[in-house]
């Protein structure tokens, strides 16, 4: 069996010890003078071998305590040497402290169990105060190493958990932290999205068929729309632009668009879609319209806007219906415009619309689709269709 490398602080105490240790025996200070093996150089075997045990007490410490307890025993029987005692009991210290958890939770007991035996047998054997002290001297150089290992292995093991558990909190906070950013990140290119984008396909189109013909009275009218879109659109990004610089602040929020403001919505989008030949209807079948919680109010609002300017930038002429229901505990939007080629101007089409769409209706765990689907006369028209909850409280929903 190949020993792991020692580590250079071991060799460096290994040395100490063994350097201490030859000082002592120089200079002819043993333990004791009366031992069974009488020469003086019969010292140096155990201290040479605990000095290797203390080289190998942290990369073998299973290994370097069995050799320093036969090293401690052989000793016994020589004249000593207080240098071989001292490393003993660093070697018992060192295994609990650097051995597995199984051999530190073993040696204390064992420790403790020969102790106790040591005392036992003296105290049996010569019956006077002499085998107590004894086995208090064999209870400094084996339990007590033992019980300071196990305490400082225990504050040590506390001290990792406890970084650990910091490590992991913080992780987890960077984690929502980075959630939290990308959520915000999402709501903001919706809401940037669905403000801008009906006026900016409303600019596109109408420029598009201002500079396509050549007649004074559709280039007034287009000028016209392109200027009333550009104030609206400019309007809206201010408001934007306000809400995410007040954020924090203790201002009042900016009234978000309710459900009551979609007769100016279809209003205003029909205005833009006449070049187009595109004919707007509002078909509100709820009886009585009550307030609905606010992310519903905002999600359907912002449905019905996109719907319109897709159908304000794809649709082919023709009419555009949009739909609202309730029925209990959820609201139902449907909007169906003609599917097919169209000759006039269109704006080109990034997909980010469906997709916003999609996410507000995820948000309040809703049923979202959108395609094309055939009408009641067998023609193609594209149909977007909404549900939302309505059943669930705002604090449940945010």
Known sequence: ????????????????????????WSFGLFVTGDRLIGPRWATLIPLAVMATTEALRRAA???????????????????????????????????????????????????????????VVFLVWWQNAIGLLVGVITGMLCFLPAITGAIVRNHREAA?????????TALLAEMDRTQAVVAERSRMAR???????????AIAIHSTAALSLDEPATTRQALTVIRENSVAGLAEMRRLIGLLRD???????????TLAGLD??????????????????????????????????????????????????????????VSLGQDPGA????????????????????????????????????????????DDRGRKTWRV??????????????
């Not at 530190?104 to 102790?115: K, S």
């Not at 809401?191 to 396909?201: Q, R």
């Open 1 to 24: 069996m190949t020993l792991p490398r020692p580590h250079r602080i071991d060799l460096f105490i290994a040395a100490v010890g063994l350097v201490g240790g030859l000082v002592l």
């Open 61 to 119: 410490p299973q290994t370097a305590l069995t050799l320093a307890t036969v090293a401690i025993v052989g000793d016994q029987f020589t004249n000593g040497n207080l240098a071989t005692v001292l490393m003993f009991t660093d070697v018992v210290y060192a295994a609990v402290v650097y051995g597995t958890p199984s051999q530190a939770r073993r040696i204390p007991y064992t420790m403790g169990l020969i102790t106790v035996t040591v005392t």
């Open 160 to 168: 990792d958990s406890a970084r650990l558990r910091a490590e992991q």
């Open 191 to 201: 809401e940037l999205h669905d403000m801008v984008a009906n006026h900016l396909s």
């Open 247 to 257: 954020s924090g602040a203790d201002t009042e929020p900016a009234a978000a668009p």
């Open 264 to 321: 100016a919505l279809v209003a205003q989008s029909a205005a833009n879609a006449e070049p187009s030949g595109l004919v707007l209807v509002l078909d509100d079948t709820r009886r009585s319209p009550s307030a609905l919680p606010a992310p519903v109010e905002l999600a359907a609002y912002r449905i019905v806007q996109e719907s319109l300017t897709n159908a304000l930038k794809h649709a082919a002429p023709g009419e555009v219906r």
């Open 331 to 374: 609201l139902w939007i449907r909007v169906t415009s003609p599917y097919g080629e169209r000759s006039g101007p269109t704006a080109p089409g990034s997909g980010a619309g469906l997709v916003g769409m999609r996410e507000r209706v995820a948000l309040l765990d809703g049923v979202f689709e959108a395609g094309p689907v055939p």
């Open 385 to 398: 269709r909404a549900e939302l909850p309505v059943g669930a409280s705002d604090e449940e929903r945010t």
